[in-house]
């Protein structure tokens, strides 16, 4: 099946620990985002890529890194710089960039991470 | 409507009975709206987009309303089922168009389904 896979589910950060949070996708899309989901709030944009090795910083993206080395994966590092990283993450993407129909999101199955 | 917020608003229907979702969008120039629907614990699933040139679209028992007027956009779900409840929320997108960097997303509305 076709999809965006994410993993772990669930993810323990201990304090000062750098951790990485993985996403896949086999959907043949261009384009890959990174969000943060808090309890009763919107999702927050943290980086996305609109194509292999180039990536963006989005509007939270303090304490995170990505990289793209590869169109189909784009893993996210919480760094211990962020020191609220308790949430759930969400990768996602989309078709192609500069078409009509690449703002639909397709999204993986989110990670929880928390504090230790 | 949604909220920025600790505890989204709710909404409770009995099965079989019609369900209506508002959302009040933030920017006159969005041009693409998208709702979602989300269940605990997963990731959203796309249920519907419309364009700023249409004022309505129909799917397979949902219905999206888009009013620029007033800024207001509705979901409607007819023949709620059990397998409807979950949090749904919307997204607008500022142009131009050809990538969802600009998506913007609501905080949700919890949809709870009565036996």
Known sequence: DGGITQSPKYLFRKEGQNVTLSCEQNLNHDAMYWYRQDPGQGLRLIYYSQIVNDFQKGDIAEGYSVSREKKESFPLTVTSAQKNPTAFYLCASSPRTGGATNEKLFFGSGTQLSVL | ?115
Request: charged share 15%.
């Open chain 2, 1 to 115: 409507g949604e909220s920025v917020g600790l505890h989204l608003p709710t909404l409770s229907v009995q099965e079989g009975d019609n369900s209506i979702i508002n959302c009040a969008y933030s920017n006159s120039a969005s041009d693409y709206f998208i709702w979602y629907k989300q269940e605990s614990g997963k990731g959203p699933q796309f249920i519907i987009d419309i364009r700023s040139n249409m004022d309505k679209r129909q799917g397979q028992r949902v219905t999206v309303l888009l009013n620029k007027t007033v800024k207001h956009l509705s979901l409607q779900i007819a023949a709620t089922q059990p397998g409807d409840s979950a949090v749904y929320f919307c997204a607008e997108n500022l142009p131009p168009s050809g990538s969802a960097r600009q998506l913007t997303f609501g905080s949700g509305t919890q949809l709870t389904v009565l036996p």
